[in-house]
């Protein structure tokens, strides 16, 4: 997978979709993805998802957070027990551009210690739509400093929400081997793990500890035979 879009929308759709259920069990379940307004005038290219023709860092960007938004809308209008909601931060005084060139990086800093938010201020969506009795039960809409907001036109388009949908569960399905580990016995899936979770530590940046909490519960004994004392983050 190309990186921006593993760690900026497989993240999202992983760890939301894996721990729906759960997450559903609560009386005001709630999913906040922190998205951007840098997906205005972006759209998805089917054919160059993992840079397969071209790669420009910004338009991978920029895409990936077009797609946080229509992830958001989509798994919104498939459910209605867990309420999900996606932000635009505002442009943040935080480390964004470190692992860019000297130029660029140097560029963001100087523009952020002028113009940017604060990081208190630029998380001020997130801690409102994870905590607020105000939006309880709303889901499926766009916020910025606390208001609801439109997104892009293109965000709209709900073939599209779909298609993201069915792109990211394919390839969830691929990196995380699902159908092999839901299906196989306890016993056969853990005494592989240890091989199995460097491999899957590596793919879409999704570590091994966040399954190895999901299932501490059912599978400890298991995980602590083959690790030893194993700590659950």
């Known amino acids: 997978l190309e990186k921006t879009f593993a760690t900026n929308q497989m ?3 992983v760890l939301s979709t894996e ?3 759960i997450i559903s069990e609560s009386n005001d379940g709630r999913i906040v993805n922190v998205a951007s307004n840098a997906h205005i005038g972006a759209e998805v290219d089917y ?3 993992n840079s397969e023709k071209s790669f420009s860092a910004w338009t991978s960007y920029c895409v990936s957070k077009l797609m ?3 992830f958001t809308y989509q798994l919104s209008s498939m459910q209605d027990k867990v309420s999900i909601n996606v932000l635009h931060p505002g442009f943040v005084d935080t480390n964004i551009a470190g692992n860019e060139g ?9 523009g952020a210690k002028i113009f940017a938010r604060t990081v208190d201020n630029g998380a001020d969506s997130s801690i409102y739509l994870s905590t607020s009795d105000e939006v309880q039960g709303v889901s499926g809409k766009y916020f910025f400093k606390c208001r609801e907001i439109k ?5 709209y388009n709900q073939e599209d929400w ?5 792109l990211c569960e394919d390839f969830k399905n691929k990196l995380l081997w699902k159908k092999k580990i839901l299906n196989r016995s306890d016993y056969d899936f853990f005494t592989s793990a240890k091989t199995r979770w460097r491999d899957v530590d590596t793919l879409g940046h999704i570590n091994h500890t966040i399954y190895l909490s999901i299932l501490e ?4 004994d298991f995980i602590d035979h083959i690790y030893g004392e194993t700590t659950y983050d």
């Open 151 to 155: 997104s892009s036109r293109a965000s």
């Open 162 to 166: 779909k298609m993201v949908w069915d």
């Open 11 to 13: 993240n999202y759709f």
């Open 47 to 49: 054919d160059n998802i």
């Open 19 to 21: 721990l729906l259920n």
């Open 68 to 70: 946080n938004i229509m």
């Open 217 to 220: 519960t059912k599978h400890k």
């Open 102 to 110: 000297n130029l660029i990086k140097y560029i963001v800093k100087f």
